[in-house]
């Protein structure tokens, strides 16, 4: 369980952290979302010690990350993945890790198998692809078989196959009762790894719920309506705050009334209705209405208009 208690971290004039409170409990994926710039890698960081709170705390399992007598084996972390010496082998990389924690070197060649580096194990660091860093960071991270996970961004750079290897690692070891916290920019990955989201925006937390009352407190994006009548239908709903997508003959998309409404006027003109399903928000749209106002470098707004798969 990692514990954070009225978090704070200040560089200067720069506030990354702002008084935040969160648990992350054992037993769940746990992701960790937020704009670029929202504070969750320098949180991460304070987590593993790598960075001190200006105030407030944080612990894993009820102590500091530096109190642990084996913090590897405690806590794994995966922050920078570029973060090894490229002129070693993959191998000696772990090896010498290992030793450093006094881990036996037959769990290095588990994490090697375990990550899928046996082909590239004795190759130098220096010319892995960022997929194959990511791996070998990952491999670290569990060198120690750890209670506790934290990967950020641990599927940046990876193949589809890596993606799909990442979520079965992650859901299989919350499984087992560890504690995993990860974070990801890649929210239809989030939405099928992650059981429970917290989100960061200007370093505070956004919300703190489970993926699904997220998903669900997002405002409805749509409702596809089938009739026979569906030119009628459009005529009957049409107002300045409504958009209707006339797709097939027979079905329209609405965008600005509830389905209640859409039947009520319906029933009323007479019209007969064969489909009236609302479209809920993915976890893309209900995670950009969160963050709406707390995105600090914004594109433009074509951000905005992303295409959404559902
Ligand atoms: N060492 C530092 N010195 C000064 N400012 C810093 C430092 N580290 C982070 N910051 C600032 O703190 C804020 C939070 O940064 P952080 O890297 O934690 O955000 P993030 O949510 O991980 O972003 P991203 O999604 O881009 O990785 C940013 O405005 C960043 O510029």
Do not use: C
Request: hydrophobic share 40%; charged share 20%; proline share 4%.
């Amino acid at each position: 369980m990692i514990e954070a208690r009225n978090l704070t971290k200040t560089y200067g004039q720069k506030t990354a952290v702002n008084d935040i409170t969160f648990t992350v409990r054992p037993g769940i994926v746990t992701g960790f979302l937020g704009p670029n710039g929202a504070g969750k890698s320098t949180t991460m960081r304070m987590i593993v010690g790598l960075d001190r709170p200006t105030a407030g705390r944080v612990t894993v399992n009820g102590r500091y990350y530096a109190a642990h007598t084996s913090p590897l084996s405690e806590v794994g972390a995966l922050l920078d993945a570029k973060a090894v010496h490229t002129g070693r082998n993959a191998e000696n990389h772990l090896l010498a890790l290992a030793a450093t924690a006094r881990i036996p070197k037959r769990r290095v060649h588990e994490v090697i198998e375990l990550t899928g580096l046996e082909s590239v194990a004795r190759k130098r660091v220096g010319g892995f692809s960022l997929g194959m860093g990511q791996r070998l960071g990952i491999a670290a991270a569990l060198l120690g078989d750890p209670q506790t996970l934290i990967l950020d961004e641990p599927i940046n750079g990876l193949d589809p196959e890596g993606v799909r290897w990442v979520r079965s690692l992650v859901r299989g070891l919350a499984a087992e009762g560890r504690t995993v916290l990860l974070s990801s920019h890649l929210m239809s990955e989030m939405a099928v790894t992650a059981d429970h989201l917290i989100v960061l925006g200007k370093g505070r937390v956004i919300a703190d719920s489970p993926v699904a009352d997220i998903i669900g407190g997002a405002s409805l994006v749509s409702v596809r309506v089938r009739s026979p009548q569906a030119s009628v239908l459009a005529s009957t709903l049409a107002s300045p705050d409504v958009t209707i997508t006339h797709a097939e003959h027979d079905m329209l998309t609405v965008t600005g009334l509830d389905p209640r409404t859409i039947g009520d006027l319906a029933a009323r003109g007479g019209i007969a209705l064969h489909e009236l399903t609302p479209i809920s928000a993915s976890l893309e749209e209900a995670y950009l209405q969160l963050t709406n106002d707390d995105v600090e470098y914004r594109t433009g707004a074509s951000a905005r208009n992303l295409e959404v798969s559902r």
